[in-house]
């Protein structure tokens, strides 16, 4: 099995099983080893008091990405720590796009950054996560 | 006005207009100025690719209780950054608490640390968020 | 060996090797399993361009702080991620004392929370680390 | 005044007063509006006591890239939250370059990133900050 082909086979099998993926709406727009790029739009029933999205909905978005991301090489990945900036306030339609990038691996420790950016490019939140990479395998 | 009833009415207002603290089935346990404690219950729905709580949930939890934390004084408070541990799994029917406490405050930043138990006591995520405090007041 | 003697031992022999810790002069006031409060004074040479204590040196008593408390279980651990807000301005001549707390724990990760206070009891410094506890022993 | 030119008056006024960077051995390779990269080398005295780079001389490289990048616009900016993740062991001799770039840039909150390299190009830490941005000006 190609990396690629490994990578895309772990993922379907996290987000058929990912409820609360599926409740955001969550695309996948591109998988690959290390990296994705998820896709989504903002809801009504996702906003705050201030009549704009939740702190906790672009977290989400982020926190998807980086299971996808770290787990995409086959080892099990859970997140140990987590850190997100909102810089930018969404509303109610507007599309939001999150890309994952690994910027650090070594056996047990995996870093990656993901950008959130609206459909007009400007960047609304950023994230950072670390990982700890187990020793089990995705069974695919 | 007493600084109690301040908070209890800002916290009413931010509450009500909060259509996904609503969506998670967040209940306020206590609302105090600078403090608070929210409880929630994991369902279905909220479950992520390895069948635990997404870590998304745990984070919309503590992010409610920094808004509401921060926002009681009566000024409004926007969140700046956020970062979150995930310590223990938590299943669907769980039961969470997250108790936000205000560690530092200044004229323009605030810094509060937010502790998400589950029923048997058990710290289940540590999150700790910052503040940018506006210079514009809730109208209540 | 008690636990106690062990948490010693293993600190003793950290703080002999550990220049940098020596060169800003931290004594150790305290040291328990998962546990220590270490104290130290603002010198001239770690002030920064705003006339107050550089960013760093908070840090740095932080993370020997972190490195004792989170060692002296006698495992080899080491910081993955580490975060701190800076929250009230130090000079010249003030004493500060760091106290670790570990505050989740299990077989490969740990967190601990370290404050920063200054001699009137203010706190200026809030720290959250997170270590990887490898599976090597110290040998005391 | 040109936007570099005002970034460098700005720069040399700190820098002519932060002793600890000077302790450090900081160099100035690059000065920009919102940007710098810096450059030191390890010293014997800034180990810890597994014989290598304490963390908090990275974090304190990183941090005064952070101060002199978001004050570059000549306008006092004070850290209020930072995070670090140490990714690779630096030994004596090591020469590490921090090179910080601006994220998100409001009226109020800035967010830097600080990618520190060792001499081979290696990542060796990874650094987020947030600052916020004062109503005073530098006087150049």
Redesign the interface.
């Known amino acids: 099995m190609t990396e690629k082909s490994l990578a895309h086979k772990v993922v379907d099998?996290?987000?058929?099983?990912?409820?609360?993926?599926q409740?955001?709406g969550i695309e996948r727009v591109l998988i690959e080893t290390g990296r994705c790029v998820l896709r989504m739009k903002i809801r009504?029933?996702?906003?705050?008091?201030?009549?704009i999205a939740?702190?906790?909905?672009t977290?989400?978005?982020a926190?998807?990405a980086l299971?996808f991301a770290s787990n995409s090489h086959g080892r099990k990945s859970?997140?140990?720590?987590?850190?997100?900036?909102?810089?930018v306030a969404m509303r109610e339609g507007d599309e939001i796009t999150a890309t994952a990038e690994e910027?650090?691996i070594?056996e047990?420790?995996a870093?990656y950054?993901i950008?959130i950016k609206n459909h007009s490019g400007k960047?609304v939140a950023?994230f950072?996560g670390?990982v700890?990479r187990t020793s089990r395998d995705w069974e695919v």
Chains 1, 2, 3, 4 share one sequence.
């Open positions: 099998q996290m987000f058929d099983h990912d409820a609360f993926s409740w955001l009504k029933e996702m906003l705050n008091g201030f009549g939740h702190g906790g909905i977290y989400s978005l926190d998807s299971a859970v997140s140990v720590e987590t850190s997100i900036s909102h810089t910027v650090s070594s047990k420790i870093v950054y950008t960047t950023l950072k670390t700890y």
